[in-house]
């Protein structure tokens, strides 16, 4: 009985885990997309969404079935209720590459970027991806250190963000209005997918150490 | 012990609906705020938002408690795993009307609005203010008609946010780009503050039918 239970937990670790290898690859076919118009990309992240859904309602599931069959306390409910807070947090990080890849496919055969902005998004997209494979790995690990990187990973994130905005709001921006409320938004999915990795990442030092990190500023 | 279990799930409840009450006042102001330049209103709202996460805190660590002693199952587990996705969403809420109460201080003592957009982000305000009260609602009855009428309300909004992109995109758009950006922000943390009120609404259909309605489309 005990050996399924501890099953029973691995198994959302594992899945959440999966959750972030997925939504990392989301981001970085959906980057791509981006990038290059690559239309059939975007349609494939797309398509793929529904996939980071059901992983998520197995998480859910597991979750919900733990918490009713075995009662679990102190750490391992910790481990649970992070699970059911983690799995929002990663499904969201799917929606939003999800986002990129249908601003790519709205406006195809034009790019969404003039090039003078390609080159943040494409460090937006690499630091993004990072931080979900890092998420997999804090929440496979539990190494409290590696869960301390997505800070700073986010700070470099959040200065990508800023800077855009400066771009945009400089003077001598010739791509019009059209164009800058695209990257507006674009770079806000980046921004909230990097917040949402280092909830969870998070999330695990509170299973490990029963206490919160601060606040995310957001 | 059993009347004492019940006060703690009512707890929850009523915690929920409390946070819903006061990210509505905290949209109504900081929308008034937006559309008057009243950087007083912007403050407070600023400034009470750390209420919201007491709030927040205080449920979820409700829920903990419930989960650790008292493992319930069934409907009553339902409404505590409920609970903890509900202080997530309606904590977002907030941090939402934070950002639009940010972005007023920020510009001050210019109106971040042109004349032209200002009656939708009215409208916009009156619709989300409304939903949160309605979500509230929706926790203290567990109606569901209520329930079904934040999914209308919602596209309503939505309507909002999309013709919101049309006058933003339309070549006699004489605002420039930095108000086209700060409107493309602003009108997003309105429709996804609708999004999160629509989502609470639905934890409460699943924890009255044990079903999930269908997703949100985001």
């Given at each position: 009985?005990r050996?399924?239970?501890?099953?029973?937990?691995?198994g959302?670790?594992?899945?959440?885990?999966?959750?972030?290898?997925?939504?990392?690859?989301?981001?970085?076919?959906?980057?791509?997309?981006?990038?290059?118009?690559?239309?059939?990309?975007a349609e494939?992240?797309?398509?793929?969404?529904?996939?980071?859904?059901?992983?998520?309602?197995?998480?859910?599931?597991?979750?919900?079935?733990?918490?009713?069959?075995?009662?679990?306390?102190?750490?391992?409910?910790?481990?649970?209720?992070?699970?059911?807070?983690?799995?929002?947090?990663?499904?969201?990080?799917?929606?939003?590459?999800?986002?990129?890849?249908?601003?790519?496919?709205?406006r195809?055969p034009?790019?969404?970027?003039?090039?003078?902005?390609?080159?943040?998004?494409?460090?937006?997209?690499?630091?993004?991806?990072?931080?979900?494979?890092?998420?997999?790995?804090?929440?496979?690990?539990?190494?409290?250190?590696?869960?301390?990187?997505?800070?700073?990973?986010?700070?470099?994130?959040d200065?990508?963000?800023?800077?855009?905005?400066?771009?945009?709001?400089?003077?001598?921006?010739?791509?019009?209005?059209?164009?800058?409320?695209?990257?507006?938004?674009?770079?806000r999915?980046?921004?909230?997918?990097?917040?949402?990795?280092?909830?969870?990442?998070?999330?695990?030092?509170?299973?490990?150490?029963?206490?919160?990190?601060?606040?995310?500023?957001?």
């Amino acid at each position: 009985m005990r050996d399924h239970y501890q099953e029973q937990l691995d198994g959302l670790a594992s899945g959440l885990a999966d959750m972030c290898d997925q939504v990392a690859a989301a981001l970085e076919m959906a980057t791509q997309a981006l990038l290059e118009r690559g239309l059939q990309l975007a349609e494939q992240v797309i398509s793929d969404d529904v996939k980071i859904d059901e992983l998520r309602v197995g998480v859910e599931d597991g979750a919900f079935a733990l918490l009713a069959l075995q009662a679990p306390v102190a750490t391992d409910l910790r481990i649970v209720v992070s699970a059911i807070h983690g799995a929002t947090d990663i499904e969201r990080m799917g929606d939003l590459a999800l986002h990129v890849a249908q601003a790519t496919r709205r406006r195809h055969p034009e790019p969404v970027l003039p090039e003078e902005v390609r080159p943040y998004f494409a460090e937006m997209g690499r630091v993004g991806v990072l931080l979900a494979r890092k998420a997999g790995d804090v929440i496979r690990t539990r190494n409290l250190a590696a869960a301390a990187e997505l800070e700073t990973d986010d700070d470099a994130m959040d200065d990508l963000h800023r800077h855009m905005f400066t771009v945009l709001m400089d003077r001598n921006w010739q791509h019009g209005v059209a164009a800058a409320v695209d990257i507006t938004l674009l770079a806000r999915f980046y921004e909230r997918y990097a917040d949402h990795a280092v909830a969870v990442a998070r999330r695990i030092v509170y299973v490990v150490t029963g206490r919160m990190p601060g606040p995310l500023a957001v």
